[in-house]
């Protein structure tokens, strides 16, 4: 878990009980998605606590940033390209 | 040097022999078999650890991509907790693969076909985010009604103690789209089989790829029409069952 540093990179992902939960890294976003249910139990203790080292490492990765944006604009998309259709 | 030996003798021998050395991922190691001789060009089958895929060079990502699920394995991919990094295959020639570039800003998700969430090992699981595996996915698709088929999947295999899968890409109409200097192929629609050895049942479901929360239903037999991929690992008497739909999808 102590690999998955916020914001650099776009290829890491972190994941939580198989692909339950995943917290896919960005170089500007980062995207956490899923639905991991936590049990009372050993097993659910694993996953809150990689969840919160996520979390924690994404909050002070922001805290050390010294000027935030309210809100940051999305990169323009790249654009896409069109091909023939060889396989019909 | 071994391994990536075997791997050269695979990819050349992709057409010839049926039985490289990961066909225990599929049902009677009968791979799947391009009926549609266009979908042959630039392809070669890779083995990793606990699936394999027939990547094209044309599409530049997979064109099917089969597991084997077992209940001892799934309860442990359930545990696993690690990160994971998105690659590009070594083992495939310049120019075969698709890059991170190609995916990065492209508006498309990687898309697992062969899920991060059925790998049992660490290895496995790192494996499973070759760019080899993974093709441009909708989002929406992937994060919400994708997400809940490989779940009942998985919830198949768990109920009968195993179950043999092949997802892939589909690829229909005269133009496609396609993302990155690569040119990686968008597939249009996304399809999974499932055959259930203890329930005598096989199916297969298709869906658009698009943000949707509808997918169809297909028997074996309408998706190797749809595909041009005979799954031939599969009894043919089990080819025209048509079930009624996933639990929980």
Known sequence: MSDFHAFANDEDVLNIEGDALTVSNGTTNIEVAGTLRIGKDKRGLKAARALKQAVDDIVAALEREKTLPDESKDDPPASTGNVQNPFV | ?249
């Open chain 2, 1 to 249: 040097m071994k391994k990536l030996f075997a791997a050269l003798w695979i990819a050349a021998s992709a057409h010839v022999v049926a039985a490289p050395a990961c066909s225990q991922f599929v049902p009677n190691a009968q791979f799947p078999v391009l009926a549609n001789a266009k979908l042959a060009a630039k392809t070669r089958v890779l083995c990793y650890s606990d699936f394999a895929v027939l990547h094209s060079g044309v599409t530049h990502g997979p064109l099917w991509s089969a597991e084997h699920l077992t209940r001892a394995h799934l309860n442990d991919a359930k545990e696993q907790v690690r990160t994971n990094k998105f690659f590009e295959d070594p083992t495939l020639p310049p120019g075969e693969g698709a890059t991170l570039a190609d995916y990065k800003r492209s508006g498309f998700d990687r898309g697992h076909m062969s899920p991060a969430g059925d790998r049992w090992n660490d290895e496995a699981m790192a494996q499973s985010f070759t760019l080899a595996n993974i093709v441009p996915q909708d989002r929406e698709n992937n994060q919400h009604l994708w997400a809940h088929i490989e779940s009942a999947v998985r919830k198949i295999a768990m109920r009968y103690g195993d179950a043999y899968v092949v997802t892939g890409p589909l690829f229909a109409g005269q133009t496609l789209r396609t993302i990155g200097p690569t040119r990686v192929f968008v597939p249009t629609q996304l399809f999974k089989v499932v055959y259930v050895p203890a329930a005598n049942e096989a199916f297969a479901v298709v869906v658009d790829n698009v943000a949707t929360n509808r997918y169809d239903v297909k028997t074996v037999h309408e998706l190797e029409t749809m595909s041009g991929i005979r799954f031939t690992g599969i009894p043919e008497a089990l080819k025209e069952q048509r079930i009624g739909g996933l639990k929980g999808v």
